[in-house]
């Protein structure tokens, strides 16, 4: 288990970005690099050199990791393609681990030090066997997993340390909780007990610093905001961040409750319409990246064909 420091210090504020922009686009620039010779790599491995393919493949394997490798079968040499797809310590896997950390620590990372921290506490702590299985897995499936927000899913794939390969393949535990937490906030974890060890489940509930809260902040924040705008209730900094609180620990509906008594009926009102039809709006999406999921494809629209 990770040994979690506290995350209080690392808030994410504007002073704090300035201070470390150069350092940050230094980072970058020498990440680019190393990116640019993993991909040159990946190139030589898979004997990529006079393909027709050879930008397709390496796109679709830096998004989609190493099983996209299927769709182009019949473009790598047959003893290459064995080699690189059935070792479970193969060279382009190694590659695809290499490009997918750099995308963690800098796309991801670079400007929220409370994920870089948090990463680093896996990474470097008790708890680097799991780092390297969420990895790896990432290094498989490309973004997959990722939904649309790849630090809260980072997050919850280390967390959930019970949620191994096999779970996620073969059940939609990992969607489920996905879809639970995003809706019913950080407490509705209790829901997934059998899958997290207790000690850290109470540290992401009762600290309003841990890694879970602040991916939740991340993720809730924008799409709250906007929904309040739009319920015509005016921006006022306290009532926001009290609002944003509480659906961060009690999810969209059981949250909001709190300002009811602080904004008008009629707002109130136009508030809950607005957050159940962008929950329907995201169970259909969920629901259509499941099936591409496990089907491949998308799904056709009857009304469409009418």
């Known amino acids: 288990m990770a040994e979690f420091s506290d995350l209080s210090e690392i808030q ?3 002073d704090e970005k300035h201070d470390n922009a150069a350092g940050d686009e230094m980072y970058m620039i020498g990440s680019d690099d190393v990116v640019k010779s993993i991909t040159n790599e990946i190139i030589q491995v898979l004997q990529l050199n006079f393909s027709e393919n050879k930008d397709k493949i ?3 394997l830096l998004e989609k990791g190493r099983q ?3 769709d182009y079968r019949g473009d790598i040499v047959a003893e290459v393609y064995t080699k690189e797809m059935d070792n479970k310590d193969s060279k ?3 590659l695809l681990r290499m490009y997918f950390q750099i995308e963690w620590e800098t796309e991801y ?10 990463l680093k506490q896996y990474q470097n702590g008790k708890s680097r066997d799991l780092y390297v299985r969420v990895l790896t897995r990432t290094a498989e499936y490309g973004h997959k997993y990722m939904k649309n927000s ?4 980072i997050v919850l794939q280390l967390l959930f340390e019970a949620g191994d390969d096999t779970c996620l393949q073969e059940t939609n535990v990992f969607n489920h909780l996905w879809f639970t937490i995003t809706n019913d906030g950080l407490k509705s974890i209790t829901k997934y007990s059998d899958h997290i060890i207790d000690d850290v489940m109470n540290e992401q509930i009762n600290n309003k610093h841990s890694a879970l809260f602040q991916a939740l902040r991340e993720y809730y924040r924008p799409q709250l905001f906007s929904l309040l705008k739009q319920s015509n209730i005016i921006y006022i900094q306290d009532l926001y961040e009290l609002a944003l609180n509480s659906v961060i620990a009690h999810g969209w509906l059981t949250g909001i409750q709190l300002i009811e008594n602080k904004i008008t009926p009629f707002s109130y009102e136009k508030l809950l319409k ?15 990246v499941e099936y591409i ?4 494809m998308p799904i056709i629209s009857m009304q469409s064909e009418l």
Do not use: A
């Open 58 to 60: 390496v796109n679709s």
């Open 68 to 70: 996209s490798l299927v």
């Open 274 to 288: 607005n957050i159940h039809s962008y929950q329907l709006q995201q169970q259909t999406q969920e629901s259509k």
């Open 92 to 94: 382009l896997l190694e």
């Open 12 to 14: 994410s504020n504007s």
């Open 150 to 153: 790849p630090r809260l899913s």
């Open 293 to 296: 999921n496990e089907h491949g």
């Open 109 to 118: 990372g670079s400007s929220n030090q409370w994920f870089s921290l948090f």
